[in-house]
């Protein structure tokens, strides 16, 4: 069994810094690349930030670039995703997804962690 788990999370004051972390584990899994998604009240999930299994390849947001980075730790395994700059908007549940190896998909998702920014 595929687990996905968040860490991390939390409020803070707009301009302020989070620090989201997310490892997946499970029997014979391998993960392609990771991602970051959110979702904020009313609104449709949307995609955040994605890092390859080699760490070598990111993608981010138009919205979050310049002040959220995603990394990967090799040696735990696990990716974080560090929040500068903080807004009101990326007030959301984050969520943490696993893309298959075998089946390109974002098939493995974690329960999700609230981020709640204030003015």
């Known amino acids: 069994q595929v687990q996905v788990v968040e860490s991390g999370g939390g409020s803070a004051q707009a301009g302020g810094s989070l620090r989201l972390s997310c490892a997946a584990s499970?029997?014979?899994?391998?993960?392609?690349?990771m991602g970051w998604f959110r979702q904020a009240p009313g609104k449709e999930r949307e995609f955040v930030a994605s890092i390859t299994w080699s760490g070598a390849s990111t993608n981010l947001a138009a919205s979050v670039k310049g002040r959220f980075t995603i990394s990967k730790d090799n040696a735990k395994n696990t990716v974080h995703l560090q929040m500068n700059s903080l807004k009101p908007e990326d007030t959301a549940v984050y969520y943490c997804?696993?893309?298959?190896?075998?089946?390109?998909?974002?098939?493995?998702w974690g329960q999700g962690t609230q981020v709640t920014v204030s003015s």
């Open positions: 499970g029997r014979s899994f391998s993960w392609s690349r």
């Open positions: 997804a696993a893309q298959n190896t075998a089946t390109l998909r974002y098939d493995y």
